[in-house]
């Protein structure tokens, strides 16, 4: 049992730990330049959003881990920002006693003004009680019911994404009777106003608290129907999506059709090495070589360039990208048949390495062009149509995520793939049940390869010309990342985890010397918040099926007493 | 010759020799155990026979086939199946999956067939599914199938695990004490249990039991192992007045009821 004298030293050393992040985001730079994106003109931008952020997650956690009333929770919250605030301001007392742009060169007085609200040294106590005031709001949260935390939270996010993407959103709202008067009500030409942030918080606030009461209602209403009209709702519901994915490159423009197409390419990879992983237990940090092979073999059947060998159109070379990583990935799964767990993490990495230094080396580059790349890639045609650009190729990068995804959830149900999840599961056991395998792990290697090599097959074609170092180690990482953010296993996961860790980063392009900051503070938080992923591959099976007992705790053999012992 | 049979069966491990020029022969329809202290080589017998271990000496004949450098997938096929001592399920998958799983030998459907999702695939889906839910209730987990296996209690655990081996329809189960942590009552539940399998499916039980109320109660051959060498064989009655059984168990002071 925790003394109450150590649970409380616990909240306040836990908001110094806040109060220490606070400082490092500030010193890295970050607070300084995302405070040029006003999230609300003249209210917050995104690097004083940061820091208030990170107060009220200092009180979130403390009240939310605390026993007692709610009082209690409030008071921890309340310490716990104050803690954060405290941790913050020694920044700046220290920033005050020695030049830290010695050794920190962001350490600006920019920044110094930011975070003190302008006063220096003067301003430690208004630090110290803004974090207060955020941790006890966080406190606030936690204490909420959900029926008031759920449209709350909403309401903010939104406002804060309409804020973060004014631009993109003004742009997509430009033309058009009904658009431009949505862009007239919510935006002024330099962003979001408070007006306008109030009058998007309070629409979503009560769209989302009409549908959490209705949503029951109206869940009920379908279910109660006849099957065929079940069908036919979520037929609509299926339609409705596939309308919007297919307006979407029309509304958004070129650089949303960009981003789309990247994510759409990043799916098709995170399908593939899903599969690998998600499904076949295997896990594969090489995955970026499939994808490479589908590239180069587009690149080199297709090119114009003296590279190309066969002069193909890009719909004769896409099937033979398929099969060229479908045997690459039984030739690659051969010689770690044998190898488990973290020792066939190392030898997948060499694997990736093996192929990007292949393409760039000297030796082979009369065929594969060295490091100067195939180039002339022509663009697919398509009787008289030509899939010149981003906007264009991304039809195709849907219509292949859809494919891939529908092969893919074929495959989890089959018996394939309820030999893959048993060898996942049990690799010894899954043998003796009669499953070979060689098989079954040629196979997720194959497939999964060929799942990647259509993504890179795309690839080719995007850019019109290849190069070594698109095939990095770090794309393996990326895909390894979104699967594990969206959700091991599941096929609507890696859309999500896609969505949030390629989609997003692009969009806030100009920040890109803090992405590996945010990429890994993004992963460690979802992995102690909700390591499951974003959307869990059990969650549809749950729903499914209602009668399974969720609280069932699972009884240890090794806990029951031998009888007989 | 019997289903399965053992000539001079010898494993090591290292220095250790876990099995000693073992000679065995289990009769078709018959329930044969294999007794024995701690260590004896009882579950190491097991491996050896579904492949997980290769013996250096001797041969094993499974129907009349050499099944010595068979991998485990190989000899399933062949018709055996086997439960672990602790219970080895896919604890991620649910009942009805892991049946499915046990399945898979005398599944035919093609990954091809399933992603085009062809008639014959469908059907054979179908007909999969129907004989793991009527396996579900013939363990008695009837309406179970949708659980995930690591929430199931116990001795249910143990009796999907039965299910598991049974859906690969064996000839010959091997069950690696099927009464372990169970209660006397469970215990004889089980012993009904198993001699139903053998009377209704016609299928070969082999064995290892600690619980010697079980092994006296059901077996028709008992095989007593010490330090990898058979001591003893014959009708339990013959087994329990053994004196070199009885010299074996000596060390634990217990005859009926050495545990772990």
């Given at each position: 049992?925790?003394?109450?004298?150590?649970?409380?030293?616990?909240?306040?050393?836990?908001?110094?730990?806040?109060?220490?992040?606070?400082?490092?985001?500030?010193?890295?730079?970050?607070?300084?330049?995302?405070?040029?994106?006003?999230?609300?003109?003249?209210?917050?931008?995104?690097?004083?959003?940061?820091?208030?952020?990170?107060?009220?997650?200092?009180?979130?956690?403390?009240?939310?881990?605390?026993?007692?009333?709610?009082?209690?929770?409030?008071a921890r919250g309340l310490l716990a920002g104050a803690a954060?605030?405290?941790?913050?301001?020694?920044?700046?007392?220290?920033?005050?006693?020695?030049?830290?742009?010695?050794?920190?060169?962001?350490?600006?007085?920019?920044?110094?003004?930011?975070?003190?609200?302008?006063?220096?040294?003067?301003?430690?106590?208004?630090?110290?009680?803004?974090?207060?005031?955020?941790?006890?709001?966080?406190?606030?949260?936690?204490?909420?019911?959900?029926?008031?935390?759920?449209?709350?939270?909403?309401?903010?996010?939104?406002?804060?994404?309409?804020?973060?993407?004014?631009?993109?959103?003004?742009?997509?709202?430009?033309?058009?009777?009904?658009?431009?008067?949505?862009?007239?009500?919510?935006?002024?030409?330099?962003?979001?106003?408070?007006?306008?942030?109030?009058?998007?918080?309070?629409?979503?606030?009560?769209?989302?608290?009409?549908?959490?009461?209705?949503?029951?209602?109206?869940?009920?209403?379908?279910?109660?129907?006849?099957?065929?009209?079940?069908?036919?709702?979520?037929?609509?519901?299926?339609?409705?999506?596939?309308?919007?994915?297919?307006?979407?490159?029309?509304?958004?423009?070129?650089?949303?059709?960009?981003?789309?197409?990247?994510?759409?390419?990043?799916?098709?990879?995170?399908?593939?090495?899903?599969?690998?992983?998600?499904?076949?237990?295997?896990?594969?940090?090489?995955?970026?070589?499939?994808?490479?092979?589908?590239?180069?073999?587009?690149?080199?059947?297709?090119?114009?360039?003296?590279?190309?060998?066969?002069?193909?159109?890009?719909?004769?070379?896409?099937?033979?990208?398929?099969?060229?990583?479908?045997?690459?990935?039984?030739?690659?799964?051969?010689?770690?048949?044998?190898?488990?767990?973290?020792?066939?993490?190392?030898?997948?990495?060499?694997?990736?390495?093996?192929?990007?230094?292949?393409?760039?080396?000297?030796?082979?580059?009369?065929?594969?062009?060295?490091?100067?790349?195939?180039?002339?890639?022509?663009?697919?045609?398509?009787?008289?149509?030509?899939?010149?650009?981003?906007?264009?190729?991304?039809?195709?990068?849907?219509?292949?995520?859809?494919?891939?995804?529908?092969?893919?959830?074929?495959?989890?149900?089959?018996?394939?793939?309820?030999?893959?999840?048993?060898?996942?599961?049990?690799?010894?056991?899954?043998?003796?049940?009669?499953?070979?395998?060689?098989?079954?792990?040629?196979?997720?290697?194959?497939?999964?390869?060929?799942?990647?090599?259509?993504?890179?097959?795309?690839?080719?074609?995007?850019?019109?010309?290849?190069?070594?170092?698109?095939?990095?180690?770090?794309?393996?990482?990326?895909?390894?990342?979104?699967?594990?953010?969206?959700?091991?296993?599941?096929?609507?996961?890696?859309?999500?985890?896609?969505?949030?860790?390629?989609?997003?980063?692009?969009?806030?392009?100009?920040?890109?010397?803090?992405?590996?900051?945010?990429?890994?503070?993004?992963?460690?938080?979802?992995?102690?918040?909700?390591?499951?992923?974003?959307?869990?591959?059990?969650?549809?099976?749950?729903?499914?099926?209602?009668?399974?007992?969720?609280?069932?705790?699972?009884?240890?053999?090794?806990?029951?007493?031998?009888?007989?012992? | 010759?019997?289903?399965?049979?053992?000539?001079?069966?010898?494993?090591?491990?290292?220095?250790?020799?876990?099995?000693?020029?073992?000679?065995?022969?289990?009769?078709?329809?018959?329930?044969?155990?294999?007794?024995?202290?701690?260590?004896?080589?009882?579950?190491?017998?097991?491996?050896?026979?579904?492949?997980?271990?290769?013996?250096?000496?001797?041969?094993?004949?499974?129907?009349?086939?050499?099944?010595?450098?068979?991998?485990?997938?190989?000899?399933?096929?062949?018709?055996?199946?086997?439960?672990?001592?602790?219970?080895?399920?896919?604890?991620?998958?649910?009942?009805?999956?892991?049946?499915?799983?046990?399945?898979?030998?005398?599944?035919?459907?093609?990954?091809?067939?399933?992603?085009?999702?062809?008639?014959?695939?469908?059907?054979?889906?179908?007909?999969?599914?129907?004989?793991?839910?009527?396996?579900?209730?013939?363990?008695?987990?009837?309406?179970?199938?949708?659980?995930?296996?690591?929430?199931?209690?116990?001795?249910?655990?143990?009796?999907?695990?039965?299910?598991?081996?049974?859906?690969?329809?064996?000839?010959?189960?091997?069950?690696?004490?099927?009464?372990?942590?169970?209660?006397?009552?469970?215990?004889?539940?089980?012993?009904?249990?198993?001699?139903?399998?053998?009377?209704?499916?016609?299928?070969?039980?082999?064995?290892?039991?600690?619980?010697?109320?079980?092994?006296?109660?059901?077996?028709?051959?008992?095989?007593?192992?010490?330090?990898?060498?058979?001591?003893?064989?014959?009708?339990p009655e013959q087994i329990r007045s053994d004196p070199r059984?009885?010299?074996?168990?000596?060390?634990?002071?217990?005859?009926?009821?050495?545990?772990?």
């Open positions: 049992m925790r003394t109450d004298r150590g649970s409380w030293g616990k909240v306040i050393s836990g908001g110094l730990i806040f109060g220490g992040a606070a400082a490092f985001v500030s010193l890295a730079g970050m607070v300084e330049a995302l405070g040029v994106r006003e999230i609300v003109i003249g209210v917050i931008d995104l690097g004083r959003l940061l820091l208030l952020l990170i107060g009220l997650g200092a009180g979130y956690q403390a009240a939310r881990r605390g026993i007692g009333g709610a009082l209690t929770a409030l954060a605030g405290v941790g913050l301001s020694a920044l700046l007392v220290l920033a005050s006693v020695v030049n830290l742009r010695g050794m920190f060169i962001n350490a600006s007085p920019t920044l110094l003004e930011i975070i003190s609200f302008g006063r220096g040294t003067a301003g430690v106590p208004l630090v110290i009680a803004a974090g207060a005031v955020a941790g006890a709001l966080g406190a606030v949260a936690t204490l909420l019911p959900g029926a008031v935390r759920g449209p709350l939270g909403a309401g903010v996010t939104v406002t804060i994404v309409v804020g973060l993407f004014q631009e993109l959103l003004q742009i997509i709202l430009q033309e058009g009777g009904i658009r431009s008067a949505i862009r007239q009500f919510i935006f002024v030409p330099e962003g979001l106003p408070p007006r306008g942030a109030l009058g998007v918080f309070l629409v979503v606030l009560v769209v989302s608290a009409v549908w959490r009461s209705r949503q029951p209602v109206v869940r009920g209403w379908i279910l109660k129907r006849p099957p065929p009209q079940q069908r036919l709702v979520r037929l609509l519901g299926l339609l409705l999506a596939v309308a919007v994915a297919l307006l979407l490159p029309l509304a958004g423009g070129l650089f949303i059709s960009q981003v789309l197409v990247l994510v759409g390419l990043y799916t098709l990879m995170g399908l593939g090495l899903n599969l690998e992983v998600g499904f076949a237990g295997l896990l594969d940090l090489g995955f970026v070589a499939f994808f490479a092979i589908g590239a180069y073999t587009v690149g080199l059947l297709t090119s114009t360039g003296q590279y190309g060998i066969a002069h193909w159109s890009f719909w004769a070379a896409m099937p033979v990208a398929l099969v060229v990583s479908l045997i690459a990935g039984f030739l690659f799964g051969l010689p770690i048949l044998r190898i488990r767990g973290d020792y066939l993490a190392i030898a997948t990495l060499g694997f990736g390495e093996i192929i990007r230094l292949l393409a760039l080396s000297e030796a082979l580059r009369p065929w594969f062009g060295g490091s100067q790349g195939v180039l002339f890639v022509p663009k697919p045609i398509i009787g008289g149509f030509e899939f010149s650009g981003p906007a264009q190729i991304y039809y195709i990068t849907l219509a292949s995520s859809v494919l891939i995804a529908f092969v893919a959830a074929r495959l989890r149900d089959s018996r394939l793939g309820r030999a893959w999840m048993a060898m996942r599961e049990d690799e010894d056991v899954a043998e003796a049940m009669g499953i070979n395998l060689v098989n079954v792990k040629l196979l997720a290697y194959g497939i999964g390869g060929a799942f990647a090599g259509m993504g890179g097959a795309i690839f080719a074609v995007l850019l019109g010309s290849i190069f070594p170092h698109s095939f990095s180690l770090l794309i393996s990482i990326n895909v390894l990342a979104l699967i594990i953010v969206g959700g091991m296993g599941s096929l609507p996961g890696v859309v999500v985890g896609s969505l949030f860790l390629v989609g997003l980063p692009e969009l806030l392009r100009e920040f890109s010397d803090f992405r590996f900051l945010v990429y890994g503070a993004a992963l460690i938080i979802m992995m102690q918040v909700k390591p499951e992923g974003l959307w869990p591959a059990a969650m549809v099976r749950r729903e499914l099926h209602k009668e399974e007992p969720v609280g069932v705790v699972a009884e240890e053999p090794a806990a029951v007493e031998r009888v007989e012992a | 010759m019997g289903i399965l049979t053992s000539h001079q069966l010898t494993k090591r491990f290292g220095g250790l020799i876990a099995l000693s020029q073992l000679d065995l022969d289990v009769a078709e329809r018959s329930i044969h155990s294999i007794i024995g202290p701690n260590g004896a080589g009882k579950t190491t017998y097991f491996n050896c026979v579904t492949g997980f271990y290769r013996a250096e000496e001797g041969r094993t004949f499974f129907n009349g086939q050499a099944i010595d450098t068979l991998t485990p997938d190989r000899i399933t096929h062949l018709g055996t199946a086997r439960t672990y001592q602790n219970i080895r399920l896919f604890a991620n998958m649910t009942c009805l999956e892991n049946i499915l799983v046990g399945m898979h030998p005398h599944l035919k459907s093609s990954w091809v067939g399933a992603i085009l999702g062809t008639p014959r695939t469908r059907q054979d889906e179908e007909q999969a599914h129907t004989e793991a839910l009527r396996l579900l209730q013939f363990v008695g987990l009837r309406g179970k199938g949708d659980f995930l296996a690591r929430n199931l209690p116990y001795g249910e655990q143990r009796r999907l695990e039965i299910a598991r081996a049974l859906a690969s329809r064996p000839k010959l189960l091997l069950l690696d004490e099927p009464t372990a942590g169970m209660n006397p009552r469970e215990s004889l539940d089980t012993m009904a249990f198993i001699r139903r399998l053998r009377d209704e499916l016609g299928i070969t039980i082999l064995l290892i039991e600690h619980n010697m109320r079980v092994v006296m109660g059901i077996s028709e051959i008992v095989t007593v192992l010490d330090f990898g060498e058979k001591i003893a064989e014959g009708p059984v009885i010299e074996a168990y000596l060390g634990t002071r217990r005859v009926a009821g050495v545990g772990a």
